[in-house]
C-alpha cells in the first residue's frame, strides 16, 4: 500500500524557519518525481514545489521561490521542505503529493498533510 | 499562469441526479486536465487523469470529457457519499494550477 507521511508541521513565527518532511512507503521512491501542494485554511489547493526523481530538475511556485527548498534522500525514502522567511500567508495544510508513474502532472498518492501556522 | 475558472461554485443535487461540473481553462492545456475529489477533511483524491481517463478503483458513474479550453466532470446518479468539493487541475505547464473548487450539497 501506498504511503505517504508528512511530519515537522507547527506554530512558527513570522521570518523564521521550518522544515517538513514525508516519508514514503509502498512503492518504490527513487523511481518517482514528487511535489509539495498547500492548502490555506478554507481554501483550494495550490502547488508548491516538485523535484524530479534524481533531483536533476526542480521547480517551484513564484510565491516560494527564493524562500522554499524542496530535496529529497533517495536512501531515506524522504521528501523534504525547507521554509524560511515565513509568512503568514504561508498558513496551510502542506501535502506531498506522488505523480501517477510515467508522468509528472498527475497526483495519485497524497499525504494526510502537515499543518503549518505562521504567527505571532 | 494557467487560470482555471470552476463553475457553478456550489451545486445542490437529488441523489440519482446525473449532473455536470464545468472547468475553463485560460489558455489551451491540451488533454492535461486532472480531477480531484475532497471529502471533508480528507485529503485530495484522483478520479479522472487527461480529461477522460478513468482511474482503477473510481466508481464508474464519474466520467469526464473535453480538450483545449473547455472540460466537464459529469457524476452519473449522484450519491450521498459524493458530497465533496471537486477540484479539476491542469498539468501541461508549470506552475500546476487548480481550480477553485465546485462543492457538492445534497438537497
Known amino acids: 500500500e501506498v504511503q505517504l507521511v508528512e511530519s515537522g508541521g507547527g506554530l512558527v513565527q513570522p521570518g523564521r524557519s521550518l522544515k517538513l518532511s514525508c516519508l514514503a512507503s509502498?512503492?518504490?521512491?527513487?523511481?518517482?518525481?514528487m511535489n509539495w501542494i498547500r492548502q490555506a485554511p478554507g481554501k483550494g489547493l495550490e502547488w508548491v514545489a516538485s523535484?524530479?526523481?534524481?533531483?536533476?530538475?526542480?521547480y517551484y511556485a513564484d510565491t516560494v521561490k527564493g524562500r522554499f527548498t524542496i530535496s529529497r534522500d533517495n536512501a531515506k525514502n524522504t521528501l523534504y521542505l525547507q521554509m524560511t522567511s515565513l509568512r503568514s500567508e504561508d498558513t496551510a495544510l502542506y501535502y506531498c503529493?506522488?505523480?501517477?508513474?510515467?508522468?509528472?502532472?498527475?497526483?495519485?498518492?497524497w499525504g494526510q498533510g502537515a499543518s503549518v501556522t505562521v504567527s505571532s | 499562469d494557467v487560470v482555471l475558472t470552476q463553475s457553478p461554485a456550489t451545486l445542490s443535487v437529488t441523489p440519482g441526479e446525473r449532473i455536470s461540473l464545468s472547468c475553463r481553462a485560460s489558455?489551451?492545456?491540451?488533454?492535461?486536465l486532472h480531477w480531484y475529489q475532497q471529502k471533508p477533511n480528507e485529503s485530495p483524491r484522483l478520479l479522472i487523469k487527461?480529461?477522460?481517463q478513468s482511474i482503477s478503483g473510481i466508481p464508474s458513474r464519474f466520467s469526464g470529457s473535453g480538450s483545449g479550453t473547455d472540460f466537464t466532470l459529469s457524476i452519473n446518479g449522484v450519491e450521498l457519499e459524493d458530497l465533496s468539493i471537486y477540484y479539476c487541475?491542469?498539468?501541461?505547464?508549470?506552475?500546476?494550477?487548480f481550480g477553485s473548487g465546485t462543492k457538492l450539497e445534497i438537497k
Open positions: 523535484i524530479s526523481s534524481s533531483s536533476s530538475y526542480i
Open positions: 487541475q491542469q498539468g501541461n505547464s508549470l506552475p500546476f494550477t
Open positions: 503529493a506522488r505523480p501517477n508513474y510515467g508522468s509528472y502532472d498527475v497526483m495519485d498518492a
Open positions: 487527461y480529461a477522460s
Open positions: 489558455e489551451s492545456v491540451d488533454t492535461y
Open positions: 509502498g512503492f518504490t521512491f527513487s523511481n518517482y518525481g
